[in-house]
Each structure stands twice: as C-alpha cells, then as structure tokens.
C-alpha cells in the first residue's frame, strides 16, 4: 500500500460504471433547476402587452378612441385611448385570453355583412390589432300630436328588424332609444346599416323626469300600429327621416301571478 493514495483493485473497477451513472442523474435535474428559473417573470415587456391601431373605413387613423382591455369573461379590465396616430398599447397584461372594445361616439364597428352574431375576435399578450370603426348611420324626425303640437320629452325608440341584406335579426339588443327635445325633434345616431321600425310613447327611460307617455300605446312612424310601420332603411354614414303623428291611445294592461 501506497501512504495517500486510493489504489482500485479490479473488485472495485466492477461497480464503478454504476456510481458514475447514478452522480450523473443526480446532477441533471440540479443544472435543470439553476437555470429553467421563473417563465413568468422572464418574459420580456414586449410579450406582456397588447398594441393596436384603430382606423376609419378610409383607412385614416381615429384619435382620441376608447379602448377597453379585458379578458374573456372578466368584468373589469385595463382602460386607454388611442394617441394622434390612432395607435394604443395596453401594458402589464397577464398570460390569458383578450377582447378589446373600441368606442367613438356616433361610429361603430364594422361588422361584415352587418351580422351582429360574427364571432368575436380574440387576442393574447404580444398580438397586434387593427381595428376599423365606421360612421354609423342616423334616424332623425318630429313627434307631434293629433294637433300638430310637438311632443316634448318623448322617448322614441328605433328597432333592428333587418340587417343590411335584408334578413330578419332574429337575436340580440338592437333597441336604441332617444328623447324629444323642445320642438319635439329627435336625433338618434350610430346605428348599424340595416331596417328599423320607430315608435313613440310606452314606458321607458326617463331621463331625468317623469315620462307623461308611458300609458300611452306605441305610435310607429309614420302613424300606425305594429302591424303597418313602415320600415326605415339606414346606411353607414347617411341620414333617414322618420317623422312620427302621434295617435294618443292609451294602452291595455297586463297582469298575473307567478308562483
């Protein structure tokens, strides 16, 4: 024997091969650990946000647009607008599923075909959007009574019955709502393209003060029941006229018991 030196006999030489084998599965999950770190916080600002564009159907970039971020399902989200350029960046995102809304009073989205039911568009952390809103169109008339009075604080309501190829809308909130000014004018605008009937009278919003028609039976334009309105046809970015005689009847009640 040799004084400070380890001598392996060929005994020893036998199980060597396998204490290697086993040092080694031992250090690779080790070295796996030091450097897979933390997905989450490794991610770079760039993939932790969503950017965008919002322009009109002219291809021109739309200032000063609302734009809400939030994920699918969620009640709240992350609130911008877009800068002179139309552009918006919404930061400090969270991994997940988008929507994004855009808002600019008195345009709309653009919707192909005029379908309301063409399915949402979806965006994830490091995806870019370009978003078209459209002038929407406008139904604007006089409500007047049997004597040709203008008809103050009316709520005038105009419905969606068709798209803009004419097929019934058969689903979703296609109400839109305005009242009467002082000289019984109304202005009701960014509507989607399509057929609308317009009544006056019926309960609704009051805005601010008591509505003294709400007993009343809906009038449709021109001055008609349900069953003969007329059908006002409104375009993108062009104005219809629906004025409205108001006819007076009271309407019936309905009443019952739920148990």
Known sequence: MITGRRIFTGEHCKWL???????????????????????????????RVITGRVLNESGQPLAGVSIFVRTIGAAS????A?????????????????????????YIAEIPAGDPNTPATYYRPGD??????????????IVTNNAGEPLINANVRALRVRDAEGKPIRSGNQL???????????RIYGLQSGSYIVSVGGPGQSYGAINPYARQAPTYAPAS???????????SG??????????????????????
């Open 17 to 47: 091969p396998a204490l290697l084998l086993v040092l080694l599965l031992f250090t690779i999950p080790i070295a796996a650990q030091q450097t897979g770190g933390d997905n989450s916080q490794s991610k770079s600002p760039e993939q």
């Open 82 to 106: 877009t800068d002179g350029e139309g552009n918006f960046r919404a930061h400090g995102l969270d991994p997940g599923t988008y929507q994004i809304f855009a808002n600019l009073p008195a």
């Open 128 to 141: 870019s959007a370009t978003i078209t809103l459209i002038k929407g169109g406008v139904i604007t008339g």
């Open 77 to 80: 989200g992350q609130q911008t």
């Open 225 to 235: 029941t349900r069953d003969t309105a007329v059908e006002i046809v409104v375009r």
């Open 176 to 186: 839109r709502e305005k009242p009467t000014d002082d000289r019984g004018y109304y």
């Open 238 to 259: 062009e104005q219809a006229t629906a004025d409205i005689r108001d006819r007076g009847d009271l309407g019936h009640s309905i009443s019952g018991r739920i148990s």
